[in-house]
């Protein structure tokens, strides 16, 4: 995988496995991170979920891989940053 592509898979559906990787890190790492608020951790993962994919998307701009475009760049990263981001909470909802 060369680096173009996988700038092209971190902002896109990429974001998944790459946010995956960085959360199991910080459960790994921190300790601390299990006594934090539930909606501190969300609040963290909800930030990462969208820094993840537009820096990769930014990065890919001035690297000159891609035009910059609000549509063809910035948009399908938060799409798939919110798309991360909504998965990983409704499948880590407790019951109510």
Request: charge should be negative; include cysteine.
């Given at each position: ?93 407790r019951k109510l």
């Amino acid at each position: 995988m060369s680096f173009q592509e996988f700038l092209q898979y971190a902002s896109g559906p990429g974001v998944n496995v790459i946010w995956g990787f960085i959360l199991t890190v910080i459960v790994e790492w921190f300790p601390r991170w299990e006594e934090l608020e539930s909606r501190i951790k969300r609040a963290v993962f909800f930030v990462a979920s969208m820094v993840v994919p537009v820096t990769a998307s930014l990065i890919s701009v001035a690297a000159n891989y891609q035009d910059f475009g609000f549509d063809t760049v910035i948009w399908p990263a938060l799409t798939a940053g919110f798309a991360c981001f909504s998965a990983g909470t409704v499948s880590h909802i407790r019951k109510l």
